[in-house]
């Protein structure tokens, strides 16, 4: 007989094409705004134009006359149903529909609904809103101030522009640590705010059927049921009469994570109107109301001997939260993972501090492949990390070299709780090193120097947690972080599987597959994989933070091996000997003394449908839900050279090596595939993305010439490694990639060019490092931010 061979049928290690892909590149998707229902209405947001004002009134009697206009929706009526704020998933309030002041540019003031959408949007702009305009706040500085005027006046008991203050660590030895120190790095620097910008907008369609009292809503959401629960919560409707679909998501990159008023406003007009209302999101609505990334200022200094040991670390951290505290992060922890910071580095002591600003932008902070503020956290990291390298006149490489945690220092306790539990960071950073050329490089670049060109290099290595979480530590509205699979296996032995993650692009379909192949030699192609419909799917919390294949990949292992359980007792019937004697390979139950003799997984499917034994329930179905141990740590090297042109400060980027470990790849090419995304991300970052606001608090970079994102052209290419180090408690081995290259990827860039300035005394240039400000950090010496 031939054994069945994992890759050949799609298994573990597979670069197994995407199936989603026949329809996603021919155009056959079937994104929210594709849905058309029957008697479906249209919905459309009107916006606030300015950034800080009282409302004096609002006329809607224009937008009502039109034809074709069903209804206008004020924040009003929104408040005659206790839906004109609604709590968020960090704790706070978020207006729904504004009804005392606009507290941003973009909120959201009124909506109409019209048999069209073009009425819809002639009706927003028939409405009349008399303003009255408030000095507007623009970062956290303005908001701190002690004469700043109070944006969250509608919050009884604030009396400031603070939105939470966060401690962890230890300040006394910490203190103590920096007074040993023989050097002590300083850096300030700001992660500006970023956009996820997801091809696809935000969108819903509520059909609330008053026959049945059944809600049905088709969203882009990440995390279903997550919605459904919030919206049993919010609108006290019964969970089991809520059905939330996410069907095809053109990306999510976070953007898709939180509630937004324009989902629940849809919701609240089709239950008042008994009908199916779509909302349909545009680009520039999307790229100033919706959760944006980052956005955050740094100060910390590091404790160093001058042997080139950190002896402590300790940083501030403002961030400027917008005008609503509505992160989606499901740790207790107000700013997220943030200490998480230096991780991978052997430090004995840290003290973090923290504190979020009310400001008049739009909210958000968490989001773009950044595991809940842990992007900016190994940004700073490894920004100092050069900074205290440079210092110390020891080279960047061995400076990491002399302070990562070591192999056997496993399971690794870092001062701020979190316990990493595997890794192999020197030979990362080794593979990495010797993949660039590294010491032949060193040679080039003074050579260069001598012919006036400026050549640099940077580094960044890093560990991030991915895979929240575990239920002692990480919840979400009191629901708790596991996620689950359903494995059904029909009679022939093909196999549908549905969990409670959802995919926006990252491939689950295949990949999901591929774990079901590997446990029960089913060929990936013989299993449908379903995400999204919280009426079919088992309860699980979503995808974001990488947290898929860690949490959810983890549960169709283990539904998996439920059903391998139940076809050795078929087998075993079908053999005719005692469960004891019977062995398993790859998708085959043989008879130990006899290995010729048995029988396949597809007949031991028949035969749950067909010939069970006495007594044995049949079918060859089951779930699993899956509350992680730990988190899964994986490990990045990021290497990237840069030429810097001195005369106009432009910078080309001439390499970048990529040594990846994120344990066992289930798919190598869709491990490539996130990784040259998030490759993609942090260079964009790096050199071309900011949302800024001027002094009134107007958004610029609210259309894609103000705003920029990377092009086939412009993007450098990638040079990928990897070296894997399976993680200890996760049933195949595999950690979380989906966000490792974006939150690793950018201080690679940026140590570079600087690297490049390492001569001019320039300490730090913010990102974006634009020509100009390259050029400017050039000619004056001194550090652009
Ligand atoms: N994978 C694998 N082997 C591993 C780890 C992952 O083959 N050891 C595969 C997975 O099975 C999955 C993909 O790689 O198909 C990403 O897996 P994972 O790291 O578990 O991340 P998630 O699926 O949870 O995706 C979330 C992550 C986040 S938080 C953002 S933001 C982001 C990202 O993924 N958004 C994306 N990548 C994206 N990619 C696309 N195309 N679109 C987005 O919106
Ligand atoms: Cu924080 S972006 Mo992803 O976690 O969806």
Same mark, same amino acid.
């Given at each position: 007989m031939t054994r069945v061979d994992e890759i050949g049928i799609g298994g573990l290690g597979a670069s197994r094409r995407r199936v989603e892909d026949a329809r996603f590149i021919r155009g056959c998707g079937n994104y929210t705004d594709d849905i058309k229902l029957p008697g479906m209405l249209h919905m459309e947001v009107l916006r606030s134009p300015v950034a800080h004002a009282r409302i004096k009134s609002i006329d809607t009697s224009a937008a009502w006359a039109i034809p074709g206009v069903r209804l206008v929706l004020t924040g009003e009526m929104a408040a005659q149903r206790n839906l004109a704020w609604m709590p968020t998933l960090s704790y706070d309030t978020q207006a729904v529909l504004a009804t005392d002041k606009v507290r941003f540019q973009g909120q959201e003031v009124a909506c109409v609904v019209a048999d069209d959408p073009y009425t819809a949007k002639d009706g927003c702009e028939a409405i009349v809103v008399e303003y009255e305009q408030l000095p507007a706040i623009v970062n956290p500085t303005q908001a701190l101030a002690p004469d700043a005027p109070l944006i969250r006046d509608d919050k009884e008991g604030q009396t400031d522009n603070v939105c939470y203050r966060w401690e962890v660590g230890d300040k006394a030895g910490t203190d103590r640590a920096f007074a040993r120190a023989d050097k002590v790095t300083r850096l300030k620097l700001h992660y500006p705010r970023s956009h996820p910008s997801p091809i696809e907008c935000c969108g819903s369609i509520a059909n609330y059927d008053p026959a049945t009292g059944k809600l049905t809503v088709y969203m882009t959401s990440q995390a279903p049921h997550i919605i459904r629960a919030a919206v049993a919560l919010v609108a006290e409707l019964p969970e089991h009469l809520i059905r939330i679909v996410s069907p095809d998501i053109g990306g999510g990159f976070g953007n898709k994570v939180p509630v937004y008023p324009g989902y629940v406003c849809s919701i609240l007009c089709s239950i008042l109107l008994g009908k199916p209302v779509k909302w349909t999101e545009d680009k520039s609505g999307n790229l100033i109301s919706t959760g944006f990334a980052r956005d955050m200022y740094f100060d910390g200094e590091l404790a160093l001997r001058e042997d080139g040991r950190i002896l402590a670390l300790r940083f501030h951290a403002d961030t400027d $939260? /917008? &005008? @609503? @505290?509505?992160? &989606? $992060?499901?740790?207790?922890?107000?700013? /997220?993972?943030?200490?998480? =910071? @230096? =991780?991978c580095y052997d430090i004995p002591v840290g003290h973090i501090t923290a504190r979020g600003a009310y400001t008049n932008k739009a909210p958000g902070g968490v989001a773009y492949r950044c595991s809940f503020r842990v992007t900016e956290a190994m940004f700073f990291q490894e920004r100092i990390i050069a900074a205290a390298a440079a210092d110390l006149g020891m080279d960047p490489a061995e400076f990491r070299r002399v302070n990562l945690v070591r192999d056997d220092q496993f399971p690794y306790r870092t001062p701020f709780g979190f316990l990493t539990d595997s890794g192999q960071y020197r030979r990362c950073l080794d593979l990495g090193l010797d993949a660039i050329g590294y010491e032949d490089f060193l040679k080039d670049k003074e050579e260069a120097r001598l012919r006036g060109r400026r050549l640099g290099i940077g580094i960044s290595t890093m560990t991030e947690p991915l895979?929240? /979480?575990?239920s002692r530590e990480y919840d979400i509205l009191g629901i708790k972080m596991f996620d689950s699979a359903e494995l059904r296996v029909h009679p022939t032995g093909k196999a549908i599987l549905r969990t409670g993650a959802k995919s926006q692009g990252q491939g689950h379909e295949t990949t999901w597959a591929q774990i079901v192949s590997h446990e029960l030699g089913i060929p990936a192609a013989d299993v449908v994989v379903e995400e999204g419909d919280t009426d079919t799917a088992p309860f699980g919390m979503g995808t974001y933070a990488s947290r898929s294949t860690p949490v959810a990949g983890a549960a169709v292992s283990m539904v998996s091996r439920k059903i391998r359980a139940k076809a050795r007792k078929l087998a075993a019937h079908l053999l005719e000997v005692s469960e004891e004697d019977v062995e398993w390979e790859l998708g085959r139950f043989f008879v130990r003394s006899a290995p010729n003799r048995g029988v396949t997984i597809q007949e031991c499917a028949m035969a749950a449908y067909g010939n069970m034994p006495d007594g044995l329930e049949p079918g060859l179905e089951n779930n699993a839900y899956y509350d992680p141990p730990n988190l899964t740590w994986p490990f990045a090297c990021y290497l990237v050279i840069v030429e810097v042109d001195p005369e106009t400060g432009v910078w080309d980027v001439l390499r970048v090596v990529a040594v990846d470990d994120c344990g066992v790849r289930i798919n190598p090419m869709i491990v490539e595939g996130q990784i040259t995304g998030g490759l993609t991300e942090a260079y964009a970052m790096s050199n071309m993305q900011f949302m800024t606001f001027d002094a009134e608090g107007n958004c610029v970079g609210s259309n894609y010439l103000d705003y920029l994102l990377p092009t086939a052209w412009e993007t450098p290419g990638f040079e990928l490694h990897e070296v894997v180090t399976p993680c200890p408690h996760h049933p195949i081995g595999a950690k979380g990639v989906g966000e490792c290259a974006a939150v690793g990827g950018p201080a690679a860039f940026v140590n570079a060019v600087l690297d490049a300035l390492s001569d001019t005394g320039v300490r730090n240039i913010d990102m974006p490092l634009l020509p100009d400000r390259v050029w400017e950090a050039i000619t004056t010496g001194r550090d652009v931010s």
């Open positions: $939260q /917008g &005008a @609503f @505290f509505s992160d &989606a $992060q499901p740790s207790k922890f107000k700013i /997220g993972l943030v200490h998480s =910071a @230096f =991780a895979g929240a /979480g575990n």
